[in-house]
């Protein structure tokens, strides 16, 4: 960890935090030492992660508060700065990949639905910081996706809501410049829970390794980070050679079978 020695004395809120890729940060900034505020919308699984970290690390701090309501990622922000005074790093971590399938086949509600869950959270939460994290010179990390980069077939809501988190924090950059924005755009990655079926054939990743790397990233102030690195000359290879790369999407992706008459 002692690359990411920029944590240390920090005070980082991690929204989304109780499991998966986010406690796994969660966790990697406790052992940095950073004030690490963890979050999530269950009371008792919030309870219960921020005790089990705080048997290695005292300054970690739980909130319940589900950031798709603005009220609620308010007063998230206002328990952090409660607590401890400052906030260096936010890193919007809420998301749902929802059902997979073309995105007509999307009923309005999905869409509204991971819509809310993937864009709305992280505005919320950055409306809020911004005021800190403006004091600090502070970092913000937005949990992106290949599909932010890539439009997969068979991801129809999830492509045009993580397109929408890549846009948002472009935008994030150019009017805040005295913040550092690092989108991170990992592939799946490896979970307690199987992979949702329909998706990818990419290998998924090592949350560990893709924490630190995502750690790293943030802490050089680099605009993104993508996962696996082959992912970003892919990427490349659409803009300049676009039927070629729609070949090779194709190759690893899952068709949606309409459900349209």
């Not at 409660?82 to 869409?111: H, M, W």
């Not at 970092?139 to 397109?163: E, W």
Request: glycine share 10%; with cysteine.
């Amino acid at each position: 960890m002692a690359r990411n020695n920029w944590l240390e004395g920090s005070t980082v809120l991690l929204t989304g935090s109780t499991r998966g890729i986010g406690r796994e940060l969660a966790q990697q900034c406790a052992e940095a030492g950073a004030n690490v505020v963890i979050n999530g919308t269950h009371a008792r699984t919030v309870d219960d992660v921020a005790a089990s970290m705080r048997t290695h690390h005292q300054h970690v701090l739980g909130v319940q508060a589900d950031v798709c309501d603005p009220e609620q990622a308010e007063q998230l922000v206002e328990r952090t700065i409660e607590e401890y005074g400052q906030l260096d790093a936010l890193f919007n971590i809420v998301g749902a990949s929802g059902v997979r399938g073309g995105l007509l086949d999307t009923s309005p509600e999905q869409l509204q639905d991971i819509v809310a869950r993937n864009i709305g959270s992280m505005i919320h939460a950055t409306r809020y910081a911004m005021p800190h994290l403006e004091e600090t010179k502070g970092r913000v990390m937005n949990m992106g996706s290949i599909s932010s980069l890539v439009a997969a077939p068979n991801y129809g809501g999830y492509n045009v809501a993580k397109f929408g988190v890549r846009g948002a924090t472009e935008q994030l950059r150019r009017e805040h410049p005295n913040v550092s924005f690092t989108l991170a755009c990992p592939g799946p990655i490896q979970g307690d829970k199987p992979r949702t079926p329909g998706g990818t054939s990419i290998p998924a990743l090592d949350p560990e390794v893709l924490a630190t790397e995502i750690l790293n990233a943030v802490g050089k102030r680099r605009h993104t980070i993508v996962r696996p690195r082959k992912m970003l000359a892919l990427n490349m290879l659409m803009k300049v050679w676009p039927s070629l790369g729609d070949k090779i999407v194709e190759s690893f992706s899952h068709k949606p079978e309409s459900k349209r008459k």
